[in-house]
C-alpha cells in the first residue's frame, strides 16, 4: 500500500471471507458488535456489513469488511463476484489490506477447498477455525499448529458464539496487518513467481494439502450414534410433506408468537404517539402550525416506529431459526412446491413473513440468493394478507355478513387469504416466464449442522436491522405522510365538521374527480375518498369511512354500531353505499391492491430503484381493479346488488 494511500486511510481494512453457515457473521458480530453498519456493496445489490474492531490489549484499530458468504470464488453468482472483486482490489472504495478467513472446524475438507482459493489472491491472511468449542470433542480433530506449518498463515481456533480465542485471533490480526505484507512464508515465495504460475502452483499444492489436512477426518469412526439421530431428523425436516407440515406449524408458532407479543409494544407506541400529539396541541394556539406537527410529522413518526416491534420481532425469532440451523431444512422442505411458481425454498419464509407485516417480508429477501427470483419475491410479498388488512376485513366482512349463517365470515376470512396467495403465486410465475425470466435456481445449499442459537448475534442482527428500518424507509415514510396530511387538510373549511373537512378537501376534491373510474366498481364519491386515503395505509379506510358516517375517526371496525352507521351510509339517491356487490367488490379489491406506501418505500430500498415499485403498484392495482369489478359483476348477477 502507498504512502499515499496510508495518509488517505491510515486504519487498515481486513476482509472476512468464508462459506455461508461458517458462523462467519456471528464472529464479524463478537468483533465489532454495534460498531457496524450495513451497506449495499458498490454496483452491486448484495449487502455487507463494515465495521471497527479495537483488541482490548491491542493498539490498532480495523476497520472489518463482512463479506457475502459463497461456496467458492469462482462460480458466477452475486457474492462470489464482490468476494472477487474486494480482494482484486477492484470494488469502487473497498480495498483490503488483509483478509481474515473463517473456517468452519467440523467440516474442513470442504472449508479448505474455499481457503486454497481465497489465499490464491495473495494477500496477508489470518485463517480462523471457528466453532472450535463443537470440533475439538470429535475424534480426529484438526491440529491448529500443524495446519499453520502447512498455509504459511496464522490459523486461530476460535468460538463465535462462546467468544473463545479472541484474544489470540486479535494478536494475530494486530500482527498481521502491522507487517508490510504478512509473515507467511508461502506468499514471500508465490511473489517471485509469475502471476499465472503463482496460482497454478498454489491451487496444486493446496489440492495435495486438502487431502492430506482432511485425513483426521476420515480416520474417524464410520458410525457414530449422534451423526445416526441427525441423520433420521434430517429425512424428516426435510420431506416434502413431514417437513412441509414441521415448518407450518413453526411459522404458525413464530406469527402467533408476533401478533401476541408485538400487540403490547405497538399498543404502547400508538398511546405514547397519541398523547404526544395532544401535547402539542395542548400547548400550542390553534393552527396550521398545530395540525402540522400533530396530524402531520407526530403522527406521522408514529406511523413509522409502530412498524419496529413486529420488524424487530421477526428478525430476532428468524435469526435464531436460522443459527439453529432448521431454516436451511425448511428451505429444502418447500423448494419443491415453490418450483412450480419460478421461486425456490428461500422465497417461501419472506411470502410468510409477509402475513404479518409486508415490510419484514420484503427485507428478508436478502436469504434470496438469484437476484431474479428475489426482485420476483419482493413483487409479489404485498399480495399475502398482512395484518394491516384485518381492520378492513373486519368492517367489510361483517357488512357482508348481516343475515349470513355463522359460517360465513369465518369462510370469508379464508377466502381472503386464500386470494391473496393464489393471486401472489400467480404474479410470481407469470413475472418468471416474462419479465424476470429464468427458471428457479436449483436449491444447492450444504445443512449447517445444528446448534444453540447465539443470542447475542440475534440482538445484534434485529438492532441492525431496526436501524436500517428507521434510517432509510422512515425518512420516506414521514414525507409521504406530511404530503398526505397536506392533502386531506387544504383548503381549510373553517367552522364545518370534519366530514365536510374531508368531502371539500384535496383529497376529498380528488375523489369526486376520480369517482367515475372507479364507478364500474360500484363505488360512488364517498367510497372512492376511502379508497384513495388508504393508499397511505389500508388502515385509514376504517377511520376515513367512520368520519364520513358520522362514526368518528377512532371508529373500531369491531364495535355494531360503528358497522352500522357504515353499513347505513346513502349515496347521493338514497340507496346504500355498501349494498352487496358493492361490499364484495370493495373487499376483493383490498384484498388484492397495493395500498401501503410504506412497502413501496421499502421495495425502493431494497431494489435500489423506483422502477420496481411503480410496477408492484401498477400491477397489483390493475389486478385489484379487474378482479373487483368481477366481484362485483357477478355478485350483481346473483342479485346482490341494487
Partial sequence: MSAGADAARPTPRIAVLGNPNTGKTTLFNRLCGVRARTANFPGSTVEGRIGT???????????????????????????????????????????????????????????????????????????????????????GCVDPAELSRRLGCPVVPVSGRTGEGLAALDVALDTVVDLPFGADALVARLQKLPPAEATQAMLASWADQVTRAAAPMAAAPATDPADSLVD??????????????????????????????????????????????????????EGLLADLLADGIVAGIGGVVIFLPQICLLFFLLSLLEDSGYLARAAFAVDRVMR?????????????????????????????????????????????????????????????????PAWFAGAAFVACYALGAAAGLLTALLARRTLLRGPARPLVMELPPYRVPALRNALLVTWDRALVFLRNAGTTILAISVVMWWLSAFPRAEGTDARMQQAGSFAGQLGEAAAPAFAPLGF???????????????????????????????????????????????????????????????????????????????????????????????????????????????????????
Fill in 340 to 404: 412450480r411458481f419460478g421461486l425456490s425454498g428461500p422465497s417461501f419464509v419472506p411470502l410468510l413473513s409477509s402475513h404479518a407485516c409486508a415490510l419484514p417480508g420484503i427485507m428478508s429477501t436478502r436469504l434470496i440468493r438469484d437476484d431474479r427470483e428475489r426482485l420476483a419475491t419482493i413483487l409479489v410479498a404485498p399480495f399475502m394478507s398482512c395484518s394491516a388488512r384485518l381492520p378492513v376485513y373486519v368492517l367489510l366482512i361483517g357488512i357482508l355478513s348481516v343475515g349470513k
Fill in 53 to 139: 474492531h479495537r483488541s482490548p490489549a491491542g493498539h490498532v484499530e480495523l476497520e472489518l469488511v463482512d463479506l457475502p458468504g459463497s461456496y467458492s470464488l469462482t462460480i458466477d453468482v452475486p457474492e462470489a463476484r464482490v468476494c472477487r472483486d474486494c480482494l482484486q482490489g477492484s470494488l469502487d472504495g473497498i480495498e483490503p489490506d488483509a483478509m481474515l478467513v473463517v473456517l468452519d472446524a467440523t467440516n474442513l475438507r470442504r472449508n479448505l477447498q474455499f481457503a486454497a482459493q481465497a489465499l490464491a489472491h495473495r494477500l496477508p491472511a489470518v485463517v480462523a477455525l471457528n466453532m472450535w468449542d463443537t470440533a475439538r470433542a470429535r475424534p
Fill in 232 to 285: 433420521r431428523v434430517d429425512v424428516a425436516l426435510t420431506h416434502p410433506f413431514v417437513g412441509i407440515a414441521v415448518f407450518a406449524l413453526t411459522m404458525a408458532a413464530l406469527f402467533s408468537a408476533i401478533f401476541m407479543v408485538a400487540s403490547v409494544p405497538m399498543d404502547l407506541i400508538d398511546l405514547v404517539f397519541g398523547r404526544a400529539a395532544e401535547l402539542v396541541r395542548s400547548a400550542m394556539p
Fill in 524 to 642: 360512488d364519491s364517498q367510497l372512492t375518498v376511502g379508497v384513495l386515503t388508504s393508499f397511505l395505509a389500508r388502515e385509514v379506510f376504517v377511520s376515513t369511512m367512520g368520519v364520513l358516517a358520522g362514526a368518528g375517526s377512532d371508529a373500531d371496525p369491531a364495535d355494531r354500531t360503528v358497522l352500522e352507521q357504515v353499513a347505513a351510509m346513502p349515496r347521493a339517491d338514497g340507496t346504500p353505499v355498501f349494498d352487496p356487490a358493492t361490499a364484495a367488490a370493495a373487499l376483493v379489491f383490498f384484498v388484492l391492491a397495493m395500498q401501503c406506501l410504506p412497502t413501496l418505500a421499502v421495495t425502493r430500498r431494497e431494489t435500489g430503484s423506483w422502477k420496481w415499485p411503480a410496477i408492484q403498484f401498477g400491477w397489483m392495482t390493475l389486478v385489484a381493479y379487474v378482479a373487483a369489478m368481477a366481484a362485483h359483476a357477478v355478485v350483481r348477477a346473483w342479485g346482490g346488488g341494487t
